[in-house]
Protein backbone atom coordinates (compact mmCIF):
# COMPACT_ATOMS: atom_id res chain seq x y z
CA UNK A 1 0.00 0.00 0.00
CA UNK A 2 0.99 3.80 -0.45
CA UNK A 3 2.25 5.56 2.89
CA UNK A 4 -0.76 7.19 4.31
CA UNK A 5 -1.55 7.95 8.11
CA UNK A 6 -2.08 4.78 10.67
CA UNK A 7 -5.04 5.36 12.38
CA UNK A 8 -4.67 4.42 16.53
CA UNK A 9 -8.04 2.40 17.48
CA UNK A 10 -8.78 2.36 21.20
CA UNK A 11 -9.51 -1.56 21.59
CA UNK A 12 -12.93 -0.88 22.46
CA UNK A 13 -15.89 -1.79 20.52
CA UNK A 14 -15.95 1.05 18.20
CA UNK A 15 -12.40 0.51 17.41
CA UNK A 16 -12.88 -3.02 17.06
CA UNK A 17 -16.25 -2.61 14.82
CA UNK A 18 -13.47 -0.34 12.90
CA UNK A 19 -10.41 -2.60 12.71
CA UNK A 20 -13.16 -5.32 10.88
CA UNK A 21 -14.35 -2.74 8.81
CA UNK A 22 -10.69 -2.14 7.34
CA UNK A 23 -10.06 -5.91 7.00
CA UNK A 24 -13.16 -6.60 5.11
CA UNK A 25 -11.94 -3.75 2.80
CA UNK A 26 -8.85 -5.58 2.18
CA UNK A 27 -6.77 -3.02 4.46
CA UNK A 28 -3.67 -4.30 6.69
CA UNK A 29 -4.21 -3.84 10.89
CA UNK A 30 -1.85 -4.33 12.99
CA UNK A 31 -3.60 -6.17 16.03
CA UNK A 32 -2.33 -7.46 19.93
CA UNK A 33 -1.87 -10.68 20.56
CA UNK A 34 -0.84 -12.51 23.99
CA UNK A 35 2.84 -13.19 21.96
CA UNK A 36 3.78 -10.10 20.07
CA UNK A 37 1.59 -7.95 17.72
CA UNK A 38 0.19 -9.18 14.40
CA UNK A 39 0.37 -7.68 11.06
CA UNK A 40 -3.63 -9.43 10.24
CA UNK A 41 -4.72 -9.22 6.76
CA UNK A 42 -7.47 -11.43 5.11
CA UNK A 43 -6.16 -15.01 4.79
CA UNK A 44 -8.31 -15.91 1.98
CA UNK A 45 -7.12 -11.99 -0.27
CA UNK A 46 -4.59 -12.52 -2.12
CA UNK A 47 -3.96 -8.72 -2.70
CA UNK A 48 -4.27 -8.10 1.00
CA UNK A 49 -2.07 -10.49 1.88
CA UNK A 50 0.24 -9.45 -0.78
CA UNK A 51 -0.10 -5.98 1.45
CA UNK A 52 1.38 -7.72 4.28
CA UNK A 53 4.74 -8.94 2.41
CA UNK A 54 4.97 -5.46 0.99
CA UNK A 55 4.87 -3.44 4.14
CA UNK A 56 6.72 -5.42 5.97
CA UNK A 57 9.44 -5.88 3.11
CA UNK A 58 8.98 -9.70 3.66
CA UNK A 59 10.73 -12.49 1.35
CA UNK A 60 7.78 -14.04 -0.49
CA UNK A 61 9.21 -17.75 0.69
CA UNK A 62 8.43 -17.05 4.09
CA UNK A 63 4.87 -18.39 4.97
CA UNK A 64 2.62 -16.85 7.23
CA UNK A 65 0.51 -18.04 10.10
CA UNK A 66 -3.58 -18.16 10.23
CA UNK A 67 -5.26 -17.08 13.34
CA UNK A 68 -8.75 -18.59 13.60
CA UNK A 69 -11.12 -17.90 16.39
CA UNK A 70 -11.67 -21.42 17.24
CA UNK A 71 -10.93 -25.08 16.86
CA UNK A 72 -13.42 -25.73 14.48
CA UNK A 73 -12.73 -22.76 12.48
CA UNK A 74 -8.87 -24.44 11.89
CA UNK A 75 -10.74 -27.77 10.30
CA UNK A 76 -11.68 -26.06 8.13
CA UNK A 77 -8.15 -24.78 6.84
CA UNK A 78 -6.14 -27.94 7.38
CA UNK A 79 -6.48 -32.15 7.78
CA UNK A 80 -6.66 -32.76 11.43
CA UNK A 81 -4.65 -35.14 13.16
CA UNK A 82 -4.71 -37.03 16.62
CA UNK A 83 -1.63 -35.31 17.77
CA UNK A 84 -3.05 -31.90 16.79
CA UNK A 85 -6.59 -32.70 18.52
CA UNK A 86 -4.22 -33.16 21.84
CA UNK A 87 -2.46 -30.53 21.41
CA UNK A 88 -5.24 -27.95 20.49
CA UNK A 89 -7.79 -28.94 23.61
CA UNK A 90 -4.43 -28.60 25.86
CA UNK A 91 -3.78 -25.24 24.29
CA UNK A 92 -5.54 -23.65 22.21
CA UNK A 93 -6.53 -20.53 22.81
CA UNK A 94 -2.47 -20.12 23.19
CA UNK A 95 1.10 -19.16 22.25
CA UNK A 96 0.87 -22.65 19.94
CA UNK A 97 1.16 -22.67 16.46
CA UNK A 98 0.38 -25.95 14.56
CA UNK A 99 1.87 -26.81 11.09
CA UNK A 100 -0.75 -29.33 9.31
CA UNK A 101 -1.37 -30.81 5.71
CA UNK A 102 -3.13 -28.12 4.35
CA UNK A 103 -7.06 -28.90 2.80
CA UNK A 104 -7.57 -28.46 -0.96
CA UNK A 105 -9.97 -26.72 -0.61
CA UNK A 106 -9.16 -24.62 1.98
CA UNK A 107 -9.65 -21.27 0.27
CA UNK A 108 -6.46 -19.51 1.47
CA UNK A 109 -4.62 -17.29 -0.38
CA UNK A 110 -1.34 -19.19 -1.90
CA UNK A 111 0.97 -16.66 -0.17
CA UNK A 112 -0.46 -17.22 2.90
CA UNK A 113 1.35 -21.01 2.55
CA UNK A 114 4.57 -19.60 0.49
CA UNK A 115 3.09 -22.14 -2.12
CA UNK A 116 3.55 -24.95 0.32
CA UNK A 117 1.18 -27.52 1.20
CA UNK A 118 0.84 -27.31 4.63
CA UNK A 119 -0.34 -24.15 6.70
CA UNK A 120 0.44 -23.07 10.37
CA UNK A 121 -2.86 -22.62 12.54
CA UNK A 122 -3.33 -20.56 15.96
CA UNK A 123 -5.81 -19.39 18.26
CA UNK A 124 -4.47 -16.55 19.90
CA UNK A 125 -5.78 -16.20 23.47
CA UNK A 126 -5.73 -12.17 23.73
CA UNK A 127 -9.10 -10.95 24.36
CA UNK A 128 -8.86 -8.44 21.80
CA UNK A 129 -7.86 -10.81 18.98
CA UNK A 130 -10.35 -13.45 19.62
CA UNK A 131 -13.12 -10.84 20.05
CA UNK A 132 -12.09 -9.18 16.81
CA UNK A 133 -12.11 -12.85 15.09
CA UNK A 134 -15.58 -13.61 16.93
CA UNK A 135 -17.21 -10.86 15.79
CA UNK A 136 -15.21 -10.96 11.75
CA UNK A 137 -15.35 -14.82 11.42
CA UNK A 138 -12.25 -13.97 9.60
CA UNK A 139 -9.09 -16.34 8.82
CA UNK A 140 -6.79 -13.62 9.70
CA UNK A 141 -2.65 -13.93 8.17
CA UNK A 142 -0.71 -12.64 10.99
CA UNK A 143 2.70 -11.96 11.06
CA UNK A 144 4.46 -9.73 13.51
CA UNK A 145 3.73 -6.35 12.91
CA UNK A 146 7.28 -5.12 12.34
CA UNK A 147 9.26 -4.76 9.03
CA UNK A 148 10.91 -8.18 8.54
CA UNK A 149 14.36 -8.98 10.44
CA UNK A 150 13.22 -6.68 13.18
CA UNK A 151 12.66 -6.83 16.51
CA UNK A 152 9.12 -7.85 17.38
CA UNK A 153 6.61 -5.46 18.75
CA UNK A 154 4.86 -5.67 22.10
CA UNK A 155 3.29 -2.17 22.00
CA UNK A 156 1.60 -0.43 19.46
CA UNK A 157 4.29 2.16 19.62
CA UNK A 158 6.39 -0.40 18.49
CA UNK A 159 4.34 -0.82 15.85
CA UNK A 160 3.89 2.49 15.06
CA UNK A 161 7.34 3.24 14.69
CA UNK A 162 8.03 0.56 12.30
CA UNK A 163 5.09 0.42 10.18
CA UNK A 164 3.81 4.22 10.44
CA UNK A 165 2.43 5.42 7.50
CA UNK A 166 1.66 2.12 5.71
CA UNK A 167 -0.72 0.36 7.28
CA UNK A 168 -4.06 1.41 7.85
CA UNK A 169 -4.50 0.97 11.53
CA UNK A 170 -3.05 -0.50 14.74
CA UNK A 171 -5.18 -1.56 17.10
CA UNK A 172 -3.61 -0.93 20.78
CA UNK A 173 -4.32 -3.10 23.47
CA UNK A 174 -1.96 -2.29 25.26
CA UNK A 175 1.31 -4.52 26.48
CA UNK A 176 2.00 -8.15 24.94
CA UNK A 177 1.64 -10.56 27.99
CA UNK A 178 3.99 -13.07 26.97
CA UNK A 179 6.39 -11.23 24.78
CA UNK A 180 7.53 -13.83 22.62
CA UNK A 181 6.20 -15.38 19.15
CA UNK A 182 4.02 -18.84 19.20
CA UNK A 183 5.96 -22.07 19.59
CA UNK A 184 5.54 -23.64 16.40
CA UNK A 185 5.01 -27.60 16.19
CA UNK A 186 4.89 -29.42 12.47
CA UNK A 187 2.51 -32.20 12.20
CA UNK A 188 3.01 -33.40 8.74
CA UNK A 189 4.22 -36.37 9.80
CA UNK A 190 5.87 -36.79 13.57
CA UNK A 191 5.53 -33.91 15.53
CA UNK A 192 8.51 -31.70 15.34
CA UNK A 193 9.56 -28.86 16.87
CA UNK A 194 9.86 -26.16 14.33
CA UNK A 195 10.65 -23.06 16.64
CA UNK A 196 10.60 -22.56 20.30
CA UNK A 197 8.25 -20.28 21.55
CA UNK A 198 6.09 -18.92 24.07
CA UNK A 199 5.01 -22.28 25.00
CA UNK A 200 8.11 -24.59 26.53
CA UNK A 201 8.32 -27.49 24.28
CA UNK A 202 8.43 -29.64 27.71
CA UNK A 203 4.46 -28.91 28.40
CA UNK A 204 3.98 -30.03 24.46
CA UNK A 205 6.37 -33.24 25.20
CA UNK A 206 3.91 -33.85 28.19
CA UNK A 207 1.03 -33.40 26.45
CA UNK A 208 1.80 -35.92 23.97
CA UNK A 209 3.34 -38.40 25.88
CA UNK A 210 6.38 -38.04 24.00
CA UNK A 211 9.80 -36.47 22.94
CA UNK A 212 9.51 -34.12 19.92
CA UNK A 213 11.67 -34.03 16.99
CA UNK A 214 13.61 -31.17 16.23
CA UNK A 215 14.01 -29.16 13.17
CA UNK A 216 17.28 -29.49 11.76
CA UNK A 217 19.51 -26.64 11.12
CA UNK A 218 19.74 -25.89 7.47
CA UNK A 219 16.92 -28.15 6.55
CA UNK A 220 15.03 -25.03 4.47
CA UNK A 221 11.74 -22.83 5.62
CA UNK A 222 8.75 -24.76 6.33
CA UNK A 223 6.97 -22.40 8.70
CA UNK A 224 7.28 -19.04 10.14
CA UNK A 225 10.35 -17.91 12.01
CA UNK A 226 12.92 -19.96 10.74
CA UNK A 227 15.14 -17.79 9.00
CA UNK A 228 18.99 -17.39 10.49
CA UNK A 229 19.10 -13.88 10.91
CA UNK A 230 15.78 -12.13 12.03
CA UNK A 231 14.02 -10.69 15.20
CA UNK A 232 17.57 -8.33 14.72
CA UNK A 233 18.09 -4.54 16.24
CA UNK A 234 20.41 -2.27 13.83
CA UNK A 235 22.86 -2.37 15.99
CA UNK A 236 25.25 -5.32 16.40
CA UNK A 237 24.65 -7.82 19.44
CA UNK A 238 27.08 -9.81 20.92
CA UNK A 239 25.52 -12.86 23.17
CA UNK A 240 26.68 -14.80 26.51
CA UNK A 241 28.53 -11.60 27.59
CA UNK A 242 30.15 -11.70 31.20
CA UNK A 243 30.18 -8.02 30.94
CA UNK A 244 30.22 -5.12 28.62
CA UNK A 245 33.20 -3.99 26.58
CA UNK A 246 33.60 -0.46 26.08
CA UNK A 247 31.20 1.09 23.59
CA UNK A 248 28.89 -1.35 24.46
CA UNK A 249 25.14 -1.36 26.33
CA UNK A 250 24.79 -4.60 28.44
CA UNK A 251 21.44 -6.18 28.48
CA UNK A 252 21.48 -8.45 32.09
CA UNK A 253 19.35 -11.37 33.69
CA UNK A 254 19.87 -11.91 37.36
CA UNK A 255 21.68 -10.04 39.84
CA UNK A 256 23.91 -7.71 38.32
CA UNK A 257 25.15 -4.16 37.20
CA UNK A 258 23.62 -3.24 33.73
CA UNK A 259 21.74 -1.10 31.77
CA UNK A 260 18.71 -2.90 31.16
CA UNK A 261 17.66 -6.33 33.08
CA UNK A 262 15.31 -9.15 31.31
CA UNK A 263 14.67 -10.19 35.08
CA UNK A 264 16.68 -9.16 38.12
CA UNK A 265 15.20 -12.19 40.08
CA UNK A 266 16.27 -14.36 37.36
CA UNK A 267 12.31 -15.20 35.78
CA UNK A 268 12.21 -16.74 32.68
CA UNK A 269 8.48 -15.41 32.24
CA UNK A 270 9.28 -12.53 32.92
CA UNK A 271 12.41 -12.44 30.55
CA UNK A 272 10.25 -13.69 27.95
CA UNK A 273 7.96 -10.61 28.50
CA UNK A 274 10.65 -8.12 28.83
CA UNK A 275 12.60 -9.35 25.60
CA UNK A 276 11.61 -7.38 22.49
CA UNK A 277 10.58 -4.63 24.55
CA UNK A 278 13.97 -4.01 26.10
CA UNK A 279 15.63 -4.50 22.80
CA UNK A 280 13.90 -2.23 21.31
CA UNK A 281 14.83 0.64 24.28
CA UNK A 282 18.72 -0.32 23.97
CA UNK A 283 18.92 -0.57 20.06
CA UNK A 284 17.51 3.03 20.19
CA UNK A 285 20.47 4.29 21.74
CA UNK A 286 22.73 3.30 18.81
CA UNK A 287 25.52 1.30 20.65
CA UNK A 288 26.16 -2.76 20.21
CA UNK A 289 24.64 -4.47 22.17
CA UNK A 290 26.19 -7.22 24.95
CA UNK A 291 23.88 -9.89 26.40
CA UNK A 292 24.38 -11.32 29.60
CA UNK A 293 23.98 -15.38 29.29
CA UNK A 294 20.47 -16.97 29.50
CA UNK A 295 20.13 -20.78 30.87
CA UNK A 296 19.12 -23.01 27.73
CA UNK A 297 15.98 -24.19 29.82
CA UNK A 298 12.31 -23.80 29.53
CA UNK A 299 11.23 -20.75 28.12
CA UNK A 300 14.83 -19.85 27.96
CA UNK A 301 15.11 -21.90 24.80
CA UNK A 302 13.01 -19.62 23.28
CA UNK A 303 14.72 -16.65 24.51
CA UNK A 304 17.94 -17.82 23.22
CA UNK A 305 16.93 -18.79 20.01
CA UNK A 306 15.71 -15.03 19.59
CA UNK A 307 18.94 -13.93 20.44
CA UNK A 308 20.86 -15.92 18.49
CA UNK A 309 18.93 -15.16 15.37
CA UNK A 310 19.34 -11.04 16.54
CA UNK A 311 23.11 -11.58 16.78
CA UNK A 312 23.31 -13.87 13.20
CA UNK A 313 24.58 -12.16 10.42
CA UNK A 314 22.47 -10.54 8.25
CA UNK A 315 21.25 -11.45 5.52
Known amino acids: MTDTATERLKADDRGIARAITLLGNGQLVALPTETVYGLAADATNGTAVAGIYAAKDRPSFNPLIVHVGNVDR ?37 LVTAGMDSVALRVPAHPVAQTLLGRSGLALAAPSANPSGRISPTTAD ?28 GLTGAPVLLRPGGL ?27 MTSHYAPGAPVRLNAAAPSSGEVFLGFGAMACDLNLSETGDLVEAAANLFGHLHRLDADGRPIAVAPIPDTGLGRAINDRLRRAAAPRD
Open 74 to 110: ARQFARWTDSAEILASAFWPGPLTLVLPLRPDAGLSG
Open 158 to 185: HVLAGLGGRIAAVLDGGACGVGLESTIV
Open 200 to 226: PAEAIEAALGHALDHAQPGAGITAPGQ
